[in-house]
């Protein structure tokens, strides 16, 4: 019987998306299923296999001799003399060891009065970073924590990355630690911590739910950014610096942004005003706004106006090559991402994009290059591992797709499409014993899976066990009614 081979809304497909700037997908080490649900699907890593040999398979056991025990203590005590550094600290941990960074940032009009009000995070260089909007026609400012403040003077101005530094003789703080947007992974936990009402501090707590752009990407993050929070640190699971709160769309869920902390150290001294009368966030929020209301003709028309006034931003490019995708129009879609990967060839997205759209135009072979070239810049992007599978089914090369999903599966045991694909594979060799065997793994990750009950059904069926693809018909019936008649009529011809 056939096989569904469906992938996430791509009839007659496995492939899974993963477009930056058009999907909520975005790329992750391993999750839980709360964080899965969260982000819809997520772009995940994988590594090297490492393969741990047990003695206990071969029922040797387990004997430790004086040697063994006192390097197990040498090592236990090496690990307690360890930094804590590299260890995901508490939110609360994280909390205390950022507060001291995190200030208000006034800004007053030519009367002294407070015209508008932001946060900002004190500099290992004792400057203060914040964003350009958060202090925008101000006269003078004021920075501090509480009712402590004292003026300060603008010293650095990059109105196209939203970054101004300020400067304020006397601010008392701890200065932040910095760390790297760019080592980010999609689905690690970050808190964004500011000042939204200029006195008290709060902290949200959430995950890397994208990463746009780069190297370093733009964030975009589950953490709340509230009003007064603008200019305000994101940080990693180990208090350090990795953006500054910039944006959030009213209205949308998890949309809220931060800029790269790599950003503030190309900031010069002086005034650089915004080329075109936009700024990189006033571009990036317009067409993130497009995106969040699927209106893909006008983000085409908007991004085709920034790649015209940014014609060597990568990410505009990209953006461009979404909509194009979006719309259908894949051979458009292939020159944008072309265009962006010209500019920034190490960009895995724009790759996998590229790929998929090579697919959609059944360029099979052409995918799989691209997808080899994503996984030779990061071997850990399980969504290419799987898209990877899913071209090398199409040009029925099983073997090769059943390897490409266990590699996605190596990274992520719920990444349920893998399993599903997995299984159909070992279908077209008839391995349908294995078949089951992964299309069940599926269902346990995602019991409403109807793709993986039909398949499932099939297995059965063409195993001999009709009974089970029986019982696996009456589970779809529940889920998709339609196609479980369709598989019953196959099934229990009339």
Request: aromatic share 10%; glycine share 10%.
């Amino acid at each position: 019987m056939g096989r569904n081979l469906r992938g996430k809304g791509r009839s007659g497909y496995l492939r899974e998306e993963g477009l930056r700037c058009i999907s909520l997908n975005g790329r992750t080490h391993k999750m839980n299923e709360q964080t899965r649900q969260t982000l819809s699907d997520t772009l995940l890593r994988v590594r090297n296999r490492i393969h741990i040999t047990d003695k206990r398979r071969n029922g040797e056991g387990i004997r430790m001799n004086i040697l063994t025990v006192i390097r197990l203590i040498g090592t236990v005590f090496f690990l307690t003399i360890l930094p804590v550094s590299g260890y995901a600290l508490t939110p609360d941990q994280v909390f205390d060891k950022v507060k001291d960074s995190i200030v208000v940032v006034k800004t007053l009009d030519a009367q002294g009065k407070v015209k508008g009000q932001g946060s900002g995070v004190l500099l290992p260089s004792g400057k203060i970073a914040t964003n350009c909007h958060v202090i925008e026609g101000g006269a003078s400012y004021l920075v501090g924590r509480g009712k402590q403040l004292v003026p300060a003077t603008l010293y650095a101005e990059d109105v196209d990355k939203d970054i101004c530094l300020l400067d304020a003789k006397g601010i008392t703080g701890k200065p932040v630690q910095l760390g790297k947007a760019a080592s980010l992974k999609v689905g690690v936990p970050v808190y964004a911590v500011g000042a939204p009402r200029g006195l008290e501090l709060s902290l949200s707590d959430g995950i890397v739910s994208q990463l746009r752009g780069g190297p370093p990407p733009f964030i975009q993050t589950t953490a709340a950014i509230s009003p007064g929070s603008s200019g305000g640190g994101l940080f990693d699971g180990e208090g350090r610096l990795v953006g500054l709160t910039t944006l959030y769309l009213e209205g949308g869920q998890s949309l809220n942004f931060a800029i790269p902390v790599e950003w503030i150290g190309e900031v010069k001294p002086g005034r650089k005003p915004a080329t075109e009368g936009h700024s990189q966030t006033e571009w990036l929020k317009r067409t993130i706004a497009l995106e969040n209301l699927k209106d893909w003709q006008e983000m085409l028309d908007w991004c085709r106006k920034w790649t015209k006034s940014e014609p060597k931003g990568a990410i505009a490019w990209y953006s461009l090559g979404v909509a194009y995708d979006k719309l259908n129009r894949y051979n458009d879609a292939i020159e944008a991402y072309r265009q962006a990967l010209r500019i920034d060839p190490k960009d895995t997205e724009a790759w996998n994009n590229l790929g998929n759209a090579y697919a959609n135009l059944n360029r099979y072979t052409d995918a799989i290059e691209a997808y080899r070239q994503v996984l030779r810049i990061d071997s850990e992007y399980a969504f290419a591992w799987y898209n990877l599978g899913a071209a090398y089914y199409e040009l029925k090369r099983y073997n090769d797709a059943i390897e490409a999903f266990r590699q996605a599966l190596r990274i992520d045991p719920k990444y349920a499409f893998a399993w599903n694909g997995l299984g159909v594979a070992y279908g077209k060799l008839n391995r349908y014993n294995d078949e089951i065997e992964a299309c069940r793994q599926a269902i346990r990750v995602n019991p409403e899976f109807a793709d993986a009950w039909y398949n499932l059904a099939g297995a059965y069926y063409n195993s001999g066990n009709r009974a089970a693809a029986l019982d696996a018909v009456r589970e779809l019936r529940r889920l998709d009614p339609k196609r479980a008649d369709e598989l019953f009529n196959l099934l229990v011809p009339r």
